[in-house]
């Protein structure tokens, strides 16, 4: 079994920053991509930003230029570091993990969630 541990969410006023983190553990082989999602009330899971093992990234178009995902491989931990955040960005975060098992088994893992809210 494979899991995410998301850490970091909170309350922030608008045009401030937030760090969050997610660790991948378990049975790991190998984690081919790392990746933020989010959910605001009543609406789908969105793309926020991806990340390979190579260090390519995807971001939404609405986060483009604010946020910035990286990884650190080392310690199967995805960061998202957001910057200049609006109402519009308070959803709840989850972490998406990708890849092989050692048993080689393909999984695609999801964390619990952190709430982000960004109001004055």
């Known amino acids: 079994q494979v899991q995410a541990v998301e850490s970091g969410g909170g309350l922030v006023q608008p045009g401030g920053s937030l760090r969050l983190s997610c660790a991948a553990s378990?049975?790991?082989?190998?984690?081919?991509?790392m990746g933020w999602y989010r959910q605001a009330p009543g609406k789908e899971r969105d793309l926020v930003a991806a990340?390979?093992?190579?260090?390519?990234?995807n971001y939404g178009d609405s986060v483009k230029g604010r946020f910035i995902i990286s990884r650190d491989n080392a310690k199967r931990t995805v960061y998202l570091q957001m910057n200049s955040l609006k109402p519009e960005d308070t959803a709840v975060y989850y972490c998406?993990?990708?890849?092989?098992?050692?048993?080689?088994?393909?999984?695609?893992?999801w964390g619990q969630g952190t709430q982000v809210t960004v109001s004055s």
């Open positions: 998406n993990a990708q890849g092989w098992t050692s048993n080689w088994v393909n999984y695609d893992t």
């Open positions: 378990g049975s790991i082989k190998s984690i081919t991509t």
């Open positions: 990340i390979t093992s190579g260090g390519s990234t």
